[in-house]
């Protein structure tokens, strides 16, 4: 078959396709005149955080070059080297983001996924991906009352686009800590201090870029805690990469 001929047929598909049976956009209900669940009008609602930084995520004061990092990471006071969270926790992506996690809306989880998964093309761009993601973990019994860990769908999604393995089990989290929403960041520390644990090491060795996904960020105690534990057993070397929908 020509090859001009071939992207015409996908061309003609595609209209055919969203004509016939349109998706749902997750936050309107109307159809979406997208190939995914999520219209135009609802997407470009969607907020980025503003000039963010690179360690940490959050907005930099505004005329910064891009890609420059805040005191707090330039001091090198965070294990995370680099995060990507990109959206601000607004409507239209906060109420999506809480049916995922609060409610089993899986759809909203996977429009999600797939806004982060551009964000991460455009943002590694010219940079190496990690090569590894590990979720952030659910205690058993929270896993048991939700029925699926959030941040391991999310990892998975990703890592399937982009041909990243997903360690699902080498993190662990062996105390139900309490909601970490309404705390101080000291109280969140001292919450999550011995909250998790770190199986075998093995598929770690000779990595140099990993990747902890999470759906929130919110004070960066969770990643950094989770960094910490990991630079305790494997050289500081290592750059551990925190990713999320949300900069809270
Ligand atoms: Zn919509
Ligand atoms: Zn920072």
Redesign the pocket.
Same mark, same amino acid.
């Given at each position: 078959m020509s090859t001009k001929l071939l992207p015409f047929i996908n061309k003609c598909l595609y209209f055919a396709q969203i004509s016939l049976w349109p998706a749902l956009c997750v936050v309107c209900r109307q159809p979406s005149d997208t190939q995914r669940d999520l219209c135009t009008a609802c997407a470009i609602r969607l907020i980025h955080i503003p000039d963010p %930084? &690179? #360690? %940490?995520? &959050?907005p &930099?004061p505004p005329g910064r070059p891009p890609d420059r /990092? %805040? #005191? @707090? %990471? @330039?001091a090198g006071l /965070?294990a995370i080297h680099r @995060?990507l969270a990109p959206f601000a926790w607004q409507p239209p992506l906060a109420p999506l983001v809480s049916a995922y996690k609060y409610h089993g809306q899986l759809q909203c989880g996977r429009v999600l996924s797939e806004l982060l998964l551009e964000e991460i093309r455009a943002s590694y761009a010219a940079a190496a991906l990690p090569q590894l993601l590990l979720p952030v973990p659910l205690h058993p019994r929270r896993l048991r009352e939700r029925g699926y860990n959030q941040a391991l769908l999310v990892a998975r999604q990703v890592g399937r686009a982009l041909n990243l393995p997903v360690a699902p089990t080498l993190l662990r989290r062996i105390r139900d800590t309490p909601a970490q929403q309404g705390l101080h960041a000291a109280e969140r520390k001292r919450n999550l201090r011995r909250a998790f644990s770190l199986g075998d090491i093995t598929p770690l060795s000779g990595l140099t870029r990993i990747a902890v996904v999470d759906d929130v960020i919110t004070t960066m105690s969770t990643v950094d805690t989770l960094a910490r534990l990991l630079h305790r057993r494997l050289p500081e070397t290592l750059e551990i990469h925190a990713w999320a929908f949300v900069r809270a």
């Open positions: %930084c &690179l #360690g %940490c995520g &959050l &930099l /990092r %805040c #005191g @707090t %990471c @330039t /965070r @995060t």
